[in-house]
């Protein structure tokens, strides 16, 4: 009876601690993702290619690494990755006109996808002749094919994130050491 | 390394950090010995620009020559190479800046001077074997608009050739392959094309 | 059904994969010494030839290699078995330990 109740005690103490692994596991990720925002100047660092409208330079599950440095001008030729503020996702067009404005200090970009006939006008909405500064998340500096695949899958069937978030969890709770 | 699970996992997860070093080598060495084109030859043969009928901006077509040699681009991480032919200009002192139309952000500045770069024409280069570019009387592919409303009173422009180099995996680079020799002229807007 | 289990049996063994103590130090080592140089290996390899496909390639047959020879609890890496001590024969057999309960 003492040593049942004393193993429940340990039992608590090992789930506890497994617990906290893991939350420090997802904390410091966060950390890096956040510390690597910081340094490149941009809300989201790393984003995954998810259309075809860029082919053949970018295909869909491409990973990208963006910057996004106050004092670059975006220029034409130029990846840039920006989010219409009338619609959720992210969109990786290239810039194929800049319009600097020394007086006001912005820039007014027109994009096209390198796989797209038309340019990008039509996404911008009646409102937006083009896009400013502030609709661009960052331009894109480096590139790791395929890696960025697995969130797309996960993405497409949420079964296998929950399939896989249990399993982990499952696994960090069992596992020893 | 106890049992076949464990032995699996080790290997799988040094192997991962092994295939990422080694993309890391790729990268840095391929952008260490990064190899630049040999200037070519850009030259604008001719400029037209239009006033279309109810619409406020000018449209300018050119034709052009291009000859340039982009092969020397390729290395063993080179996935593609994006050629495309620039044409920059300042707006004349005054004119309006339409792309920002009252409406998305309101700010009008008097006595603004745009600076303008428009991308007039473009080509994806897949293979080393077509990195020979040599055009003769090309026609923009994309309009050149007037964002300025009008070209004429705008400040000369000049064409260049840039590339942009797409490497299987690493940071993307970018040069110039040439220039045209000299400044050019806007002429005066022919009103209503066809 | 003698055989019936012990092919079962040596299913299992597979499965779980025990090895001797020895190989498992050997294994890690090998492990991190085969993967390094096959890095620096298949980039030098990439590099002459100018073909980065050639140079995953080499990474991938490496790997693969590793794998096939240490992951299945081959004979060799059972070459070092614990020398257990042999039973000791003895009549009071009930050990202190047990019986504090």
Known sequence: MDSLKQLRKMGVRQILLQALTFGSVLASGLMMWKALGLVCNTESPIVVVLSGSMEPAFKRGDLLFLTNFPNEKFEVGDITVYKLPHQGIPIVHRVIEAHDDSTVLDQFLLTKGDNNPEDDKSLYGSRMKGLKRSNVIGRVKGFLPYVGYVTIVLNDFPQLKYALLGGLGLLALIQKE | ?194 | MDILNNVQRSVQRVIEGKIDFTAQKHAETATYAILSLTTVLSFLAGYIAQDLRFSLAVFGISLLALLLALVPPWPYLNAHPVPWRAPVPTSTSASPSSKTD
């Open chain 2, 1 to 194: 390394m106890h049992s076949t699970y464990n032995r699996i996992s080790t290997i799988l997860s040094h192997a991962s950090t092994a295939l990422m070093v080694l993309l890391g080598l790729v990268a840095a060495t391929s952008y260490l010995t990064l190899p630049s084109a040999e200037p070519g030859t850009v030259d604008v043969k001719t400029v037209q620009v239009y006033q279309e009928r109810y619409r406020p901006n000018e449209v300018a077509w050119v034709r052009f020559d291009l000859d340039a040699d982009l092969r020397s681009l390729w290395t063993w991480n080179t996935k593609q190479v994006f050629a495309y032919l620039v044409v920059d200009y300042h707006d004349a002192p005054n004119s309006t800046l339409s792309a920002n139309e009252p409406g998305a952000d309101g700010a009008i500045v008097e006595g603004r001077k745009a600076e303008n770069s428009i991308v007039a024409w473009d080509r994806i280069i897949r293979r080393q074997r077509d990195g020979r570019l040599r055009i003769e009387g090309g026609r923009n592919k994309y309009p050149l608009k007037a964002v300025g409303k009008k070209f004429f009173g705008a400040e000369p422009f000049r064409a260049r050739l840039m590339y942009n180099v797409q490497p299987w995996v690493g940071l993307l680079t970018y040069g110039e392959a040439g220039a045209t020799k000299n400044v050019l002229e806007w002429p005066k807007a022919q009103s209503a094309m066809q």
